[in-house]
């Protein structure tokens, strides 16, 4: 007897932008982004290609345009770059320092 | 940046554990103030000037700090002129700033004017300072104790044949703690066991001690809180034999998963007990080590004894716990 299983693909939308959390304090102090969440008791340090994708999340820009971006920054190809920000991202998204931006 | 409406804004640096667990608590009984650890003891980091501009944004009425660090004198320094006012919680009681060499600390801090309201978690030193000095009040240690009912301990369920003792301290509080006692205790067990640590083993004078009196540990080093409780969810039976104690929240801890607890008189959290927990956990004399020998074996051979007190102590710390958490939050508006 053989089992099919059936598989769902999160689909991924390179057009979604997001937004920071407006519970969310952060600070550029000294080349690092420091995030506090509400219920946190410590910071958050975001640096290196974090601290480029988290700055181009602020500047609103969609998951497509910040791996191209991202890509051409650190010179690396663009499957990999969006791999990272898909990361970072649905890391941020977890952790509801960023929430998707409302369509209009 | 964002807001929080926390009036009362408290820091601890990381290396007091006790004291930021006391913050931490009662961020969440009280509802009232708004805890942060300073992972950081560079005064001139990013994180120091990270909360400077917070308190300057969020303008909180007051600024409580946790125990005492350095690190302070900058937040003094860069908030002056804000109209937040400061303060300090000190934990240890008068016997743990003697055996702890805290009193060069504490003779500075009550004299400070600076600080505007210093809070005790020792009540006696909090009651006996206030009737010389302003603004002393007695802050209580709250607990965040499981809702009545909501999960049934499941002490002394496992099926195991090894007892596991727990001897948790940090290293600052090694002075106090007892440990060769309970280490010589330990030793003369005619039971299968293994000593639970959390970094004493990484102190080259304790290790030597353990290794000659051939102890059976497991050292976990640091841990986070996450792993601690799983940790601690394994133990049997904890010591907390201490010469000094403010309140003790490794016993506490202990209590709340329905853990005995053997310790002394000097451990605030274990008084106010009935007498069958005193006589069964407390120890008369914490420097004889056969009396502590005597207690672990009398509870290690008898299981339905420690279920029976683990259930009691979580009884009775429930009833204390509630007239701590409305004792903190009456002080709390007062100094608000």
Same mark, same amino acid.
């Given at each position: 007897?053989? @089992?099919?299983?059936?598989?769902?693909?999160?689909? +991924?939308?390179?057009?979604?932008?997001?937004?920071?959390?407006?519970? +969310?304090?952060?600070?550029?102090?000294?080349?690092?982004?420091?995030?506090?969440?509400?219920?946190?008791?410590?910071?958050?340090?975001?640096?290196?290609?974090?601290?480029?994708?988290?700055?181009?999340?602020?500047?609103?820009?969609?998951?497509?345009?910040?791996?191209?971006?991202?890509?051409?920054?650190?010179?690396?190809?663009?499957? /990999?770059?969006?791999?990272?920000?898909?990361?970072?991202?649905?890391?941020?998204?977890? /952790?509801? @320092?960023?929430?998707?931006?409302?369509?209009? | 940046?964002?807001?929080?409406?926390?009036?009362?804004?408290?820091?601890?640096?990381?290396?007091?554990?006790?004291?930021?667990?006391?913050?931490?608590?009662?961020?969440?009984?009280?509802?009232?103030?708004?805890?942060?650890?300073?992972?950081?003891?560079?005064?001139?980091?990013?994180?120091?000037?990270?909360?400077?501009?917070?308190?300057?944004?969020?303008?909180?009425?007051?600024?409580?700090?946790?125990?005492?660090?350095?690190?302070?004198?900058?937040?003094?320094?860069?908030?002056?002129?804000?109209?937040?006012?400061?303060?300090?919680?000190?934990?240890?009681?008068?016997?743990?700033?003697?055996?702890?060499?805290?009193?060069?600390?504490? =003779?500075?801090?009550?004299?400070?004017?600076?600080?505007?309201?210093?809070?005790?978690?020792?009540?006696?030193?909090?009651?006996?300072?206030?009737?010389?000095?302003?603004?002393?009040?007695?802050?209580?240690?709250?607990?965040?104790?499981?809702?009545? #009912?909501?999960?049934?301990?499941?002490?002394?369920?496992?099926?195991?044949?090894?007892?596991?003792?727990?001897?948790?301290? =940090?290293?600052?509080?090694?002075?106090?703690?007892?440990?060769?006692?309970?280490?010589?205790?330990?030793?003369?067990?005619?039971?299968?066991?293994?000593?639970?640590?959390?970094?004493?083993?990484?102190?080259?004078?304790?290790?030597?001690?353990?290794?000659?009196?051939?102890?059976?540990?497991?050292?976990?080093?640091?841990?986070?809180?996450?792993?601690?409780?799983?940790?601690?969810?394994?133990?049997?039976? #904890?010591?907390?034999? =201490?010469?000094?104690?403010?309140?003790?929240?490794?016993?506490?801890?202990?209590?709340?998963?329905?853990?005995?607890?053997?310790?002394?008189?000097?451990?605030?959290?274990?008084?106010?007990?009935?007498?069958?927990?005193?006589?069964?956990?407390?120890?008369?004399?914490?420097?004889?080590?056969?009396?502590?020998? #005597?207690?672990?074996?009398?509870?290690?051979?008898?299981?339905?004894?420690?279920?029976?007190? #683990?259930?009691?102590?979580?009884?009775?710390?429930?009833?204390?716990?509630?007239?701590?958490?409305? =004792?903190?939050?009456?002080?709390?508006?007062?100094?608000?």
């Amino acid at each position: 007897m053989s @089992i099919v299983k059936r598989c769902t693909i999160p689909k +991924i939308d390179f057009d979604q932008l997001y937004v920071v959390n407006e519970e +969310i304090s952060y600070r550029e102090i000294e080349g690092q982004i420091l995030l506090l969440r509400p219920d946190d008791h410590f910071l958050y340090t975001v640096n290196g290609s974090g601290k480029f994708i988290w700055l181009e999340i602020v500047k609103r820009k969609p998951i497509s345009t910040i791996a191209k971006n991202l890509a051409k920054k650190f010179n690396v190809s663009e499957e /990999k770059a969006a791999k990272d920000v898909l990361k970072f991202v649905s890391e941020l998204e977890k /952790k509801e @320092i960023i929430v998707k931006a409302k369509r209009r | 940046m964002g807001k929080y409406d926390n009036r009362i804004i408290t820091f601890c640096v990381r290396g007091f554990p006790g004291t930021n667990r006391s913050l931490m608590n009662l961020e969440k009984t009280t509802g009232l103030s708004k805890h942060f650890i300073l992972t950081s003891l560079n005064q001139y980091g990013p994180e120091i000037k990270f909360f400077i501009n917070y308190i300057k944004t969020v303008k909180p009425k007051l600024v409580v700090f946790g125990a005492w660090s350095a690190i302070y004198e900058v937040l003094f320094k860069k908030l002056k002129g804000e109209k937040t006012q400061f303060g300090i919680y000190w934990t240890s009681s008068p016997g743990q700033v003697d055996i702890s060499e805290e009193i060069d600390i504490l =003779s500075f801090l009550i004299k400070d004017p600076r600080i505007q309201h210093k809070l005790f978690a020792n009540r006696e030193l909090a009651l006996s300072l206030s009737r010389h000095i302003k603004n002393v009040h007695y802050l209580p240690d709250t607990l965040i104790l499981p809702l009545s #009912g909501s999960k049934k301990s499941n002490y002394g369920s496992r099926q195991k044949g090894v007892v596991i003792i727990s001897l948790f301290c =940090s290293p600052f509080e090694y002075k106090r703690k007892n440990i060769l006692n309970c280490l010589l205790a330990v030793s003369m067990l005619d039971i299968n066991y293994v000593l639970y640590l959390n970094g004493l083993s990484k102190n080259i004078h304790y290790k030597n001690v353990l290794e000659s009196l051939n102890i059976r540990y497991k050292d976990f080093g640091w841990m986070s809180y996450e792993k601690y409780q799983n940790i601690l969810d394994k133990v049997d039976l #904890g010591l907390q034999v =201490s010469f000094a104690e403010t309140f003790n929240h490794v016993v506490a801890e202990h209590i709340i998963r329905g853990i005995p607890v053997i310790t002394s008189r000097m451990v605030p959290v274990m008084q106010n007990k009935s007498k069958q927990i005193k006589d069964k956990l407390i120890v008369d004399n914490p420097d004889n080590y056969l009396e502590i020998k #005597g207690k672990i074996e009398h509870l290690i051979r008898n299981l339905h004894l420690r279920r029976k007190l #683990g259930t009691m102590m979580l009884n009775q710390i429930r009833k204390e716990n509630d007239n701590r958490i409305k =004792s903190a939050i009456d002080v709390m508006y007062k100094i608000m």
